[in-house]
């Protein structure tokens, strides 16, 4: 359990005040008077703290205030960071909970909230089941007969099946609850019997389509839940296709309906996780997805959250990483060979594949790079493939002995004038950097490992001569 230490992050989550009022108690049998306990709720994968108190000389720990508490899951956290999950409902936020330190289910009770009550039936429902599941599960690790572990797998599915009717039971006969919101939201979509043996693609669709049916997200007490960070995941990570476009249009439409549904503070959650998230991906063209969300969210003005600094620094790479995004059209460059006399236009390169690549004899990630990019001309440039290699620094000389000593074929450039703009055409910050660009000199791919490069060329000649095939 994390607990939310950074002032940044703090001001990310906000506090939202009404006038309400709180009043939480808890009887909490084995602390002594003094010790102190942490009230605090979840916030998608963190804990934001809320407030602390004390144990009273009556034995009990209150939290009580002027303002309504944001509603969501929550948790008490121990003098010896055991902690017990509650649930603060949006109303009825004046209540009392008992259990001990054990924490086990049959200890914890509550009274005057009908959120609670629905909450801990159900966690003294799942512990049996759960128990049997652990065992189950212990026992397939280690079990060497095939037909028991079938067996057994039918059992794990007995138990599930259990919880699941347990829950829903709950759910139809508590609608209103936030409890059955939470309850329903662990449930996974179920797929018509008509689909379940589909192999065009319609189960794939269904399930994608209807993946938030059983989460409200109109409510932002979700996002306070332990469950909603790892559905977004799921659903970005794993339902959608890992494609840029495929994955903005799937973005801007669970955007837009939070946003239709009220649940600002998830909205403000899903554009930062989603900015954050595709900022740090390894896939290849993935910054597009950066690039949309700056774009489209922060520099649209639809970040209300975010200061003007934040908004200038977005954009300001927006516009950095814009021109060499895959699909555009690669910025065009003139630079001059080894002999600094002749020159060489990337545009007029006529390839099928051109790979450009930004590199330095003295960069240490080249020394590994370039000898793997080597390999694979060799055996393409016979098939069409072109390597447009710009030297990025000043050392003409170690440069072109480089070139000599590793036989260096290919089409050798560099800026001998100080005149090119590559450098900002193409935000090079770092060495080696590496674009494929297809016939029209569209880039496809950025910055695959040298080891792919081949396969992805194998790829783009196949789809170049199927393209010259006529129909």
């Not at 212990?138 to 009717?165: G, H, M, P, Y």
């Not at 516009?319 to 001059?336: D, H, R």
């Not at 910050?429 to 674009?435: A, D, G, K």
């Not at 196949?462 to 129909?471: C, D, F, G, L, V």
Request: net charge neutral; hydrophobic share 35%; with cysteine.
């Amino acid at each position: 359990m994390r607990f939310i230490k950074t002032i940044a992050l703090l001001l990310f989550v906000g506090i939202g005040i009404t006038n309400a009022q709180h009043n939480l108690s808890f009887t909490i049998n084995g602390l002594q008077p003094g010790q102190e306990c942490i009230l605090a709720h979840y916030y998608a994968d963190q804990n934001k703290v809320v407030d602390t108190s004390a144990v009273n000389n009556q034995g009990k720990v209150v939290f009580k205030g002027d303002n309504k508490l944001l509603n969501g899951v929550y948790i008490l956290v121990l003098p010896k960071k055991t902690y017990i999950e509650f649930i603060v409902p949006n109303d009825d936020q004046e209540f009392e909970i008992s259990f001990d330190t054990t924490l086990l289910p049959q200890t914890k009770s509550a009274s005057g909230s009908l959120d609670n009550e629905i909450f801990f039936e159900f966690d003294k429902f799942a512990m049996g089941p759960g128990k049997k599941k652990r065992q189950l599960i212990d026992e397939f690790k280690t079990c060497e007969s095939q037909d028991r572990k079938d067996r057994i797998r039918k059992e794990i599915k007995d138990v599930d099946n259990l919880v699941d009717s347990k829950r829903k039971a709950l759910i139809e006969k508590y609608p209103n609850t936030f409890t059955a919101k939470l309850l329903k939201a662990v449930i996974d979509i179920e797929i018509p019997e008509n689909l379940q043996k589909d192999t065009t693609g319609l189960k794939y669709e269904y399930f994608k389509t209807h993946y938030w049916d059983n989460i409200d997200i109109s409510d932002d007490g979700m996002l306070r839940t332990p469950v909603f960070k790892g559905k977004l995941e799921y659903y970005i990570d794993k339902v959608i296709i890992q494609q840029p476009d495929t994955l903005i249009a799937a973005i801007d439409d669970l955007c837009s309906r939070i946003e239709a549904g009220g649940a600002m503070e998830m909205y403000k959650y899903v554009i930062w996780w989603n900015t954050n998230h595709h900022e740090k991906s390894k896939l290849m063209c993935m910054d597009k997805v950066l690039h949309h969300m700056a774009k489209n969210y922060y520099c649209a003005g639809k970040c209300y959250w975010a200061d003007s600094s934040l908004v200038a620094k977005m954009c300001e790479h927006a516009g950095k990483i814009g021109p060499t995004l895959c699909g555009n059209i690669s910025p065009n460059m003139t630079l001059v060979d080894t002999t600094f006399a002749k020159s060489f236009e990337l545009h007029k390169q006529n390839s099928p594949v051109t790979v450009v690549v930004f590199w330095d004899h003295q960069c240490g990630h080249c020394k590994k790079e370039i000898p793997k990019l080597k390999l694979m001309y060799d055996s393409m440039k016979a098939r069409g493939v072109e390597v447009y290699a710009v030297y990025t620094q000043a050392d003409w000389e170690g440069w072109k002995e480089y070139i000599r000593a590793n036989d260096l074929s290919w089409l050798n450039v560099m800026d001998a004038f100080n005149k090119a703009t590559y450098r900002e055409d193409y935000n090079i910050i770092s060495t080696p950097q590496l674009y494929m660009l297809d016939e029209n000199k569209v880039i496809r791919f950025k910055n695959p490992p040298a080891d792919n490069v081949g396969r992805i060329a194998e790829i783009m000649l196949e789809e170049y001569q199927n393209n010259k095939t006529p129909k």
